[in-house]
């Protein structure tokens, strides 16, 4: 079955310093690849979604490119913010026939 | 437009007694999934219902657990005899579609099971 992998539990940087978060799914089709962020106590809102055509998608800064030859969609952000820190979860989604599968989500703390 | 919304925010339960979670979707979502969520597990998918229909629930306990969506505008989650691993966060998302769509997640029902 589908699956996402997110490798890191817990990143820790300092202000300013770039971001990268790693995902890396399975799947035997061509699916459609998620980033949701999850600030303390709310609820996960969609950052980023995967295109169709290969182009890379932008939002807050963050920006995350579909490598289907490496089955990754890496978060990256070129300054981290303290107002970054959240949860960050993958999230895989195969068809239309199929419900999203997410990662375990990675949690980022941005310190002064 | 409200948003998802779920009831109750947060709820409190003895153990082995019944527990049922609210949700109404977004107007004019045709999907509407449930989640749990956990420190340690993360966001684990439970169930989801397309223009009112089970179509997955995979992700289901299979004894204690249940899920209806009776009309298009609320969805429940019903948990039996309870037990404290139940304590969770538990969550519901809507979306206009699957595939590429996105999920607008609600704030999420806070059960504790003592």
């Known amino acids: 079955g589908d699956s996402v992998t997110q490798t890191e539990g817990l990143v820790t940087l300092t202000e300013g310093l770039p971001v990268m978060l790693n995902c890396t799914y399975q799947s035997t089709y061509s699916p459609f690849l998620f980033w949701y962020v999850q600030h303390l106590n709310e609820a996960p809102k969609l950052l980023l979604k995967?295109?169709?055509?290969?182009k890379r998608p932008e939002h807050q800064g963050f920006h995350a490119t579909l490598h289907k030859s490496s089955s990754s969609f890496h978060l990256q952000k070129s300054s981290a913010q303290l107002s970054d820190s959240a949860l960050y979860y993958c999230a895989l989604c195969r068809n239309n026939n199929n419900a999203p599968r997410f990662g375990a989500g990675t949690k980022l703390s941005v310190k002064p | 437009n409200a948003g998802v919304i779920q009831t109750p925010r947060h709820k409190v339960t003895g153990k082995g007694q019944e527990a049922t979670l609210w949700c109404e979707p977004i107007s004019g979502h045709s999907a509407v999934f449930w989640y749990r969520q956990t420190i340690v597990q993360g966001l684990e998918f439970l169930t989801y219902f397309r223009n009112q229909a089970p179509i997955d629930d995979s992700g289901m306990p299979k004894e204690r657990f249940s899920a209806q969506m009776p009309n298009q505008s609320h969805s429940t989650l019903k948990i039996q005899s309870t037990q404290p691993q139940d304590s969770a966060v538990y969550l519901c998302a809507s979306s206009p579609g699957l595939g590429g769509a996105t999920q607008y997640f609600g704030p999420g029902t806070r059960l504790l099971v003592l």
């Open positions: 995967s295109f169709t055509d290969n």
